[in-house]
């Protein structure tokens, strides 16, 4: 596997790649990189030009036409092309012409091709298409929340939610669509309301109370039954089986049984990916696993995602004229140390015995 490095190419920085060794494999010449996703990364020459480009360096998809571009996910990559938005798959064929709004949105996975279908904008309203491009929903929609395989959550209002499948639809009131005496409070007491994807069968619902002075947010399942009891001041949705939660400005992590894995104790979190998270505390970003153990210490300034196997570090190191200078470089989950750019700060003494 390949990893985006930044080196100093007379006095420019420009992008190449290195293994899992460090052993640099694709010569520094791009003033914008992306990781490998499906044998190809997402690449902008010093022509401001994309391309994408495979493990040897050879450009595989010409994409000088693109104003925009992005990173493929299960087989398909969005391009912007005279500000409209399209898809490609890997061999560089426009499988849906740039005929959409230009709206990307990650969070809400808009833009992107999950189980052969896509949440899309036309003329300011949502709907979704298949990767031949036929409406599996027309777009008619003021909001739509997430995707996950068959089963749709739209939420038009706060007094009308529906629950959308292929077969079926049913509308629920907000008299309904309420949980406050499963939780020992009164209709008068509370309001329910839902603003969670659902993510591995679990949906977030978020409860107001007194009059919307304050609100709690816990787990339903498909059917809408109350599974995790609200208690949380904010959530995530499930990855891997696992949930982040907020108790007191502090994060930590349950199960689907609402059992705690990590209780409240660091100041943020990611997602579980690959097995792993990073966390915040005091001390910097380290790493954690499914049982909450911690496998990598944290002290790194700044720790991104897991990707193919290693993930990015940042120090930053001050400069006397106010600038901050960074250095970066890539470990594995086993700790060890991939590359480092040694630039302006030593590596840490935790680390620099700790080279692959």
């Given amino acids: 596997m390949l990893y985006p490095i930044s080196m100093d190419v007379d006095g420019i920085d420009l992008l190449g790649y ?11 010449q791009f003033i914008f990189a992306e990781q490998f996703y499906s044998g190809l990364a997402l690449t902008k020459n010093l022509k401001h030009q994309y ?23 299960n087989g398909y990559a969005h391009v912007i092309v005279n500000d409209k938005l399209g898809f490609i798959d890997t061999e560089g064929k426009m499988v849906i012409s740039p005929e959409l709004d230009y709206v990307i949105d990650p969070e809400n996975l808009i833009g992107f091709f999950i189980d052969d ?4 904008c036309i003329n300011d309203k949502f709907g979704m298409i298949d990767t031949r491009g036929d409406y599996l929903i027309p777009p008619q929609y003021n909001e739509i929340d997430d995707v996950y395989k068959e089963l749709f959550l739209i939420e038009k209002d706060y007094k009308n939610l529906y629950f959308l499948t292929t077969i079926s639809k049913i509308k629920r009131d907000d008299s ?10 009164s209709k008068e ?3 329910c309301f839902y603003f969670g994807a659902l993510r591995e069968d679990r949906a977030s619902i978020r409860v107001w109370f007194n009059e919307f002075d304050y609100y709690k947010i816990g787990f339903i399942d498909i059917h ?4 995790i009891h609200p208690q949380f001041s904010d959530t995530r949705d499930f990855q891997e089986g696992i949930a982040a939660v907020e108790i007191k400005n502090k994060w930590g992590f349950i199960n ?17 990916k690959y097995g792993v998270a990073v966390v915040l505390n005091s001390d910097g970003f380290g790493v954690i696993d499914s049982s909450g153990k911690e496998i990598i210490k944290p002290i790194f300034d700044q720790l991104d995602y897991f990707i193919n196997g290693a993930a990015q570090f940042t120090f930053f190191a001050d400069n006397p004229i106010g600038i901050d200078y960074e250095d970066t470089g890539y470990i594995n989950s086993n700790g060890q140390v991939i590359w480092y750019s040694n630039r302006y700060r030593k590596l840490p003494k935790e680390l620099r015995g700790n080279f692959i």
């Avoid at 290195?18 to 520094?28: V, Y």
């Avoid at 279908?117 to 899309?120: E, N, Q, S, Y």
């Fill in 18 to 28: 290195i293994d899992q060794h460090g052993e640099l494999k694709i010569e520094p």
């Fill in 51 to 73: 391309n994408y480009i495979d493990m040897e360096g050879n450009i595989k998809i010409n994409g000088s036409s693109y104003e925009s571009a992005d990173h493929f996910i």
């Fill in 117 to 120: 279908k896509a949440l899309i």
């Fill in 176 to 185: 309904e669509f309420c949980w406050c005496s499963e939780i020992g409070e």
């Fill in 189 to 191: 007491d509370c309001n």
């Fill in 224 to 227: 809408g039954t109350l599974l």
């Fill in 256 to 272: 689907k049984r609402g059992d705690f894995i990590v209780r409240p104790k660091y100041e943020w979190v990611s997602d579980f």
